[in-house]
């Protein structure tokens, strides 16, 4: 949403946010990638199971990649991220939150991608 600043500072400019280099440079989808859990979800096999969504989303075209993981553990990001690189190649950058899977993830994935 584009808002007006005082006009006698700024005389009409809009104000569209603030974009750092990464997100305004030309670069294939997904390069720069910010990532976040949304759920938990129900899902129905045989009966109710807590799912999530793993958000992922495009900071140069704002597209939004979606993958289900079916728990927050760290193994199971990491498979969910896989698969995702498997689809859009491997992202230059990645932005989260601090959450606490992201920083045990952090600390795992040289381990996990050794092996």
Known sequence: MFTVQNSQQYSGTRNRGILTRRTRKPSTPFAVTRLDFAG?????????IK???LLLTCATTRAL????SSDMSVDKFLDTLDRFVSRRGLPHTV???NAAIFQA???ELPSYVSS
């Open 40 to 48: 938990p979800l129900f899902t129905k096999k045989d009966k109710l």
């Open 51 to 53: 799912s999530y969504i």
């Open 65 to 68: 990649h979606l993958e289900l």
């Open 95 to 97: 932005y989260s939150d």
């Open 105 to 107: 993830a952090r600390r």
